[in-house]
């Protein structure tokens, strides 16, 4: 009986309603910051507000036992709603005090109150706020990248041929043209193929001297792909390969 009294009540955690994982690509459709911190058997995500700086959800993930579970679950609830600078301040302590108070006793207090201050230290470290919000704002760039091409693709798909052949010769006029004049070159858009392939040939010294064949292809292919869509693919008749 005496060794009965002495086990210590293991309630906290016992059905985790923050064990599982956040993805990156998750807090980005959410709008949210993402930031993760792993240390020996414990992985935490959080999902931060990047223009209120706070904490909106959070979860664990850990291959070790009850206690690992408990902190996890500890930890998590006391992070959710706080602003970022409160939650990077819990301590250890705080979170095996918020377990005391609900009558859970860790059996490896030291233990744990180092693993906990261990993912705060490295969250804050190594998974900052400012760089979760630049790794927003990039994934939401390349979001609006994209939405901007696929509207610029739907447009080139209702084009004629006639229209798409014209747009790339007007995109090569000028500069590109004189460039390419200069050493007695030049080049004529022949057709487009299958919606994407620009078949050109080039003229003069551009179809002959193997030294600049190389240079001058990707040169006019960039310009094409800058200037009309970038998925154009450039195809040319006269180089020999």
């Known amino acids: 009986m005496k060794m009965a009294a002495r086990e210590p009540v293991r309630e906290y955690g016992k059905i985790p309603k923050h064990r599982g994982v956040y993805f990156l690509e998750e807090a980005t459709a959410k709008g949210m910051a993402f930031l993760s911190a792993k240390v020996r058997d414990t992985k935490i995500f959080w999902l931060v507000d990047p223009e209120e700086e706070k904490v909106v959800n959070a979860k664990f993930f850990t291959y070790g036992g009850p206690d690992s579970v408990a902190v996890g679950e500890a930890l998590s609830d006391m992070v959710i709603g706080a602003p970022i600078h409160e939650a990077y301040s819990i301590s250890g302590e705080d979170v095996i005090a918020r377990l005391a108070a609900s009558s859970y006793f860790p059996f490896n207090k030291e233990s744990l109150v180092s693993q906990i201050n261990d993912l705060i230290s490295r969250m804050k470290q190594e998974h900052p706020l400012a760089l979760a919000k630049l ?107």
Do not use: H
């Not at 927003?136 to 994209?146: G, H, I, N, P, Q």
């Not at 858009?189 to 551009?206: H, K, M, P, S």
């Open 135 to 241: 790794s927003l704002s990039e994934v939401k760039a390349s979001e609006a990248k994209e939405a901007r091409n696929s509207t610029e693709d739907e447009k080139w798909l209702k084009m004629s041929n006639q229209e798409r052949i014209q747009l790339v010769i007007e995109a090569i006029d000028g500069q590109v043209r004189d460039a390419l004049a200069v050493d007695g070159g030049g080049i004529d858009i022949l057709d487009i193929r299958d919606d994407w392939n620009v078949y050109a040939e080039f003229q003069g010294t551009c179809s002959s001297c193997s030294a600049s064949i190389g240079s001058t292809f990707i040169a006019v292919e960039n310009v094409i792909k800058t200037r009309v869509n970038e998925r154009l693919t450039l195809v040319a008749n006269s180089f020999p390969w």
